[in-house]
């Protein structure tokens, strides 16, 4: 496998796995720690870093922030758009 693509899933995995892992803390902090939520700049910073996919598995598995556009179409977007990215460099 070339090493930049190894590099490129293993950012991505790592990425993806970060997402996860605070949109579920956000979660958690919506019902017992309200002072210590995470910013839905931070969670769509994630997203566009590479973690759209997870967070928006994630948020719609835990129903965590569903009733938000801002995710449930802003998500989307993201995703579509990143994978634009990527077919376009394959091309190139």
Excluded: C, W
């Excluded at 995995?13 to 579920?24: E, N, Q």
């Excluded at 590479?50 to 994630?58: H, K, M, P, R, W």
């Excluded at 719609?60 to 376009?88: E, S």
């Amino acid at each position: 496998m070339n090493p930049a693509i190894k590099i490129a899933l293993i950012y991505l995995a790592v990425i993806s796995l970060v997402a996860i892992i605070v949109t579920i803390y956000d979660k958690i902090a919506a019902k017992k720690r309200p002072k210590h939520r995470i910013r839905e700049n931070t969670l769509l910073l994630l997203a566009i870093l590479g973690g759209a996919a997870a967070e928006l598995v994630t948020m719609l598995l835990i129903r965590h922030k569903t009733r938000h556009k801002k995710f449930m179409i802003g998500l989307p977007v993201i995703i579509v758009a990143q994978a634009a990215a990527i077919a376009l460099a394959v091309i190139l």
